[in-house]
T-cell receptor, first 109, second 117 residues
Framework: SQQGEEDPQALSIQEGENATMNCSYK?????LQWYRQNSGRGLVHLIL?????REKHSGRLRVTLDTSKKSSSLLITASRAADTASYFC?????????FGAGTQVVVTP | GAVVSQHPSWVICKSGTSVKIECRSL??????MFWYRQFPKQSLMLMAT?????????EQGVEKDKFLINHASLTLSTLTVTSAHPEDSSFYIC?????????????FGPGTRLTVL
């Protein structure tokens, strides 16, 4: 299967809270990427972490990568209603992206 | 970053007809283009990888005669869904990579929603 696992499948939080989602993948990777997708729309690239990196920050986003466990996590701090979307991880293996199943995040005001 | 467009953004067709979807890179010449499909509430599945002037490489389980990919230039790739059936209804998304960007970063188009009646 191309897809990795993501958990949770769905997450409902209130504004101001943090949202954490996890991703596991199956193959060796060059990098791991996270994307956001609003309902019925295209993908927005959020952040990329290389295989030799363990943690990366971008604004309210924090990504970790554990290649020994083949897993990554995305933390969104101080969430906003506008963060409501589906979030996908994508493992880059030799130029091909293998997407996780996604986490649907709902942030209520 | 680089801009990738798709046309049309949505299309409705009758069963048995063929539909062509275009993917264009607007700023730069793409080195590689990718086609994905996404069913409702599911993830993206890679269908094929396409390089200009050569045949597309299809993922296992994707029928190449059903999903024809033509990569005619460095800025244009087309996906034709032949003899479409309702089960082909899906969200089709293309992406492209460009020289000069690190990590083979893929830039995604906005997607095309295909509905087959």
């Amino acid at each position: 299967s191309q897809q990795g696992e993501e958990d949770p499948q769905a997450l409902s939080i209130q504004e101001g809270e943090n949202a954490t989602m996890n991703c596991s993948y199956k193959t060796s990777i060059n990098n791991l990427q996270w994307y956001r997708q609003n309902s019925g729309r295209g993908l927005v690239h959020l952040i990329l972490i290389r295989s030799n990196e363990r943690e990366k920050h971008s604004g309210r986003l924090r990504v970790t990568l554990d290649t020994s466990k083949k897993s990554s996590s995305l933390l969104i701090t101080a969430s906003r209603a506008a963060d409501t979307a589906s979030y996908f991880c994508a493992a880059d293996s030799w130029g091909k992206l293998q997407f996780g199943a996604g986490t649907q995040v709902v942030v209520t005001p | 970053g680089a801009v990738v467009s798709q046309h049309p953004s949505w299309v409705i067709c009758k069963s048995g007809t063929s539909v062509k979807i275009e993917c264009r890179s607007l700023d730069f010449q793409a080195t590689t283009m990718f086609w994905y499909r996404q069913f409702p509430k599911q993830s993206l599945m890679l269908m094929a990888t396409s390089n200009e002037g050569s045949k597309a490489t299809y993922e296992q389980g994707v029928e190449k005669d059903k999903f024809l990919i033509n990569h005619a230039s460095l800025t244009l790739s087309t996906l034709t869904v032949t003899s479409a059936h309702p089960e082909d209804s899906s969200f089709y998304i293309c992406s492209a990579t460009f020289r000069g960007y690190q990590d083979n970063e893929q830039f995604f188009g906005p997607g095309t929603r295909l509905t087959v009646l």
